[in-house]
């Protein structure tokens, strides 16, 4: 099986730019960070403190995550037997699923996971720890970022869509926050693979994003 890891921060673009490239190359588009914010979504659901890794630990073992796709090939997560794939969305989940993804057990009860479905299907997987953890040896990886700003501002007109209401600082601070826990935590953290192709998308247009993203995994996958 053919897999390709995209790593980067959060609003850099990932998961649109590897949701189109999964479709246009046959792929399995695989967003883990959903999976994280599935985990994040329960510990608040059972009222566990997002830092508390003792109390998440212990919630683990109830949890139950599948992951469906539709006729459009859009990811869902089933989290024990409920569609939870709006609710995973909220910036208090994002919040959460930062927090839980900075602890050993909950990396380790989601690893297997996602190295089975790149056993199984040809896979696009964004995250943050793909081509460094997950799947150091996949076929392309490519590192996604732009500056603080420009992620913000995307992802500030991304909820404003869904109706959401918060503000560009709001969004951005979230964000820094994010940023910091991500990169800076001992397991994992979010970092380029020596052996990525990096991409800095803020002077780009989604457009331009995903043709230079096609193109990097066209050239080195040889098609
Ligand atoms: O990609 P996202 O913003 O939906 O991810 C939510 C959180 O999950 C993110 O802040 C960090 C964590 N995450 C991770 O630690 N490792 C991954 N492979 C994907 C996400």
Known sequence: ?????ID???GAGKSTIARIAAKRLGFIYVDTGAI??????FAKMNNAGSKDSEAVGALLQKI?????????GVQHMILNGEDVSESIRTPEVSIYASDVSAMPAVRAFLLGMQRDLAERYDVIMDGRDIGTVVLPNASVKIFLTASPEARARRRFLELLEKGAACSYEEVLSDMQYRDKNDSSREI??????PDSVFL??????LEESIEEVLRIITERLGL
């Open 188 to 193: 994992a953290p979010l970092k380029p693979a």
């Open 200 to 205: 800095d998308t803020t002077e780009k247009t």
């Open 1 to 5: 099986m053919r897999s390709i890891a």
């Open 8 to 10: 980067g921060p959060s």
């Open 64 to 72: 139950k995550i599948d992951i469906k796709y539709d006729e459009a």
């Open 36 to 41: 994280y914010r599935a985990v994040g979504l």
